[in-house]
């Protein structure tokens, strides 16, 4: 059985180092990672794979969380891929505080460091709207819920070192900092600024051609 086993090893010697390096490179470099929920829509579908870059801010071990060196900081409006330990899950959120920040929502309207973020129409349906939001320095889509919802507000917070305050921007459908709390520096894995390719649920899981390499 032994000898069987070295045969096999040598024969597919060649695949088993391609595969043990390509999962050394996901873990280290770069990544994709599914999106089941849609508490990131507008921006990001149920069905989309994103691709993540997991170099943006450590450079780590392999298979760890063990950051080597630190290479850069997330910053207001980026959308970040954490393990997140409150949920026991891995989430996908944008980013909207940063330490230092002092973060407050008015009636899904954020207002950071005192200053109110802008919002402008982008299209409408029967139960919701999308608004252009702009962060500081980033614009982009939300959806708000016409009806309203109890995670429409929270009073200022002050984001402390290391923490983040991370939001989905599906604002009144997303298990975010209003649920599990800031967000440690050490959780955050990487940064997503496209989708690699998704998948229509509604569809028959048929591929969304407008969805390939969709910039975020």
Same mark, same amino acid.
């Given at each position: 059985?032994?000898?069987? $086993?070295?045969?096999?090893? #040598? ?26 929920? %849609? ?5 990001? $579908? ?13 450079? +780590?071990? &392999? ?7 630190? *290479? =850069? ?13 409150? @949920?026991?899950?891995? $989430?996908?959120? #944008?980013?909207? %505080?940063?330490? =230092? ?5 008015? !009636? !899904?309207?954020? *207002?950071?460091?005192?200053? &109110? ?5 982008? @299209? ?19 959806? $708000?819920?016409?009806? =309203?919802? &109890?995670?429409? !507000? ?13 939001? =989905? ?13 800031? *967000?440690?520096? +050490?959780?955050?894995? %990487?940064?997503? +600024? @496209?989708?690699?390719? @998704? ?18």
């Amino acid at each position: 059985m032994k000898q069987g $086993l070295a045969r096999i090893l #040598r024969e597919n010697r060649s695949t088993l180092i391609f595969l043990a390096l390509m999962f050394v490179f996901r873990s280290a470099c770069a990544d994709w990672n599914h999106v089941p929920s %849609g508490s990131m829509k507008p921006t990001i $579908l149920e069905g989309d794979y994103i691709l993540v870059d997991r170099m943006a801010y450590d450079i +780590r071990v &392999p298979f760890t969380h063990i950051s080597l060196a630190k *290479v =850069g900081e997330p910053q207001r409006g980026e959308i970040v891929v954490f393990d997140s330990k409150a @949920s026991g899950n891995r $989430l996908v959120k #944008r980013v909207v %505080g940063v330490p =230092g920040d002092t973060v407050a929502l008015r !009636n !899904n309207r954020l *207002v950071i460091n005192g200053q &109110p973020a802008s919002y402008e129409p982008a @299209s409408e349906a029967s139960h919701f709207r999308d608004m252009h939001e702009d962060l500081p320095g980033m614009e982009h889509l939300v959806r $708000l819920h016409k009806r =309203g919802s &109890p995670m429409a !507000n929270f009073p200022p917070v002050r984001v402390p070192r290391d923490s983040y305050l991370v939001l =989905g921007d599906n604002r009144d459908n997303s298990a975010d900092s209003r649920v599990i709390g800031l *967000v440690p520096r +050490r959780e955050i894995l %990487g940064r997503t +600024r @496209s989708v690699l390719l @998704s998948l229509d649920y509604d569809n028959y899981f048929l591929p969304r051609a407008n969805r390939f390499l969709q910039e975020l």
